[in-house]
């Protein structure tokens, strides 16, 4: 059984802050990892992906993945009120046929 | 140009109809995908193809099917809707190629069953 798992929040941060959203897997045959920014009503934007242990950034967004904890991070730094969305996390795992399996989402919320 | 787009955006449909919805990319991607998304269920997979010979059942197929008509195109079927499909239908795609298993979302099909 693929579970990815999310605390749907929500989070709330003020504007400048960071803001730390987790994810947990349960499987560690686990291959590559995927954070989706999703606005009310639209749909998922890729935002980050990530395939080996370590740091990944891109500009205010760093991916941390540690597949030994099985888990894997999102910090947004100085946070933005247009940040706010709900994040998904995405697993991707290679004896299902490369099949995506989605948590339910981290609710954000940045305060003016 | 959206590189995925899907039609209808809107769709209200009685119980029992036969309904189609459609994605097309120009991404020259090899795989597509349809998921649902309901309220604090997160995203789920219908059906995937990996090619226009490949089709493959997701998590939820039952009461769905799919036509892969050609590499750019991929349908998806509501057979005979029922009120409990009623969700954001969401197309996405990807190369599949080694290191690069994202995947990208056309803009998603609202979908009400009555």
């Known amino acids: 059984q693929k579970e990815v798992e999310q605390n749907s929040g929500p989070l709330s941060v003020p504007e400048g802050a960071i803001a730390s959203l987790n994810c947990t897997y349960s499987d560690r045959g686990s291959q590559s990892f995927f954070w989706y920014r999703q606005y009310s009503g639209k749909s998922p934007e890729l935002i980050m992906s990530?395939?080996?242990?370590g740091d990944k950034e891109d500009g205010r967004f760093t991916a941390q993945l540690n597949k030994a904890s099985q888990y894997v991070s999102l910090l947004i730094r100085d946070s933005q009120p247009s940040d706010s969305a709900t994040y998904l996390c995405?697993?991707?795992?290679?004896?299902?046929?490369?099949?995506?399996?989605f948590g339910t989402g981290t609710s954000l919320t940045v305060i003016p | 140009d959206a590189d995925v787009t899907q039609t209808p955006r809107n769709r209200i449909t009685k119980t029992g109809k036969r309904i189609m919805l459609e994605c097309s990319q120009t991404?020259?991607?090899?795989?597509m995908y349809w998921y649902r998304q309901d309220p604090g269920l997160g995203l789920r997979l219908i059906y995937y193809s990996f090619d226009v010979k490949d089709i493959n059942k997701g998590e939820i197929s039952d009461g769905y099917s799919v036509s892969r008509q050609a590499q750019a195109k991929f349908s998806l079927s509501l057979e005979s809707a029922i009120p409990n499909q009623t969700a954001l239908y969401f197309c996405?795609?990807?190369?599949?190629?080694?290191?690069?298993?994202?995947?990208?979302f056309g803009p998603g099909t609202r979908l009400t069953v009555t």
């Open positions: 996405a795609t990807s190369s599949g190629r080694a290191g690069s298993y994202e995947q990208y």
């Open positions: 991404k020259g991607h090899d795989r």
């Open positions: 995405a697993v991707n795992w290679v004896n299902t046929g490369n099949q995506f399996y």
């Open positions: 990530i395939y080996s242990n």
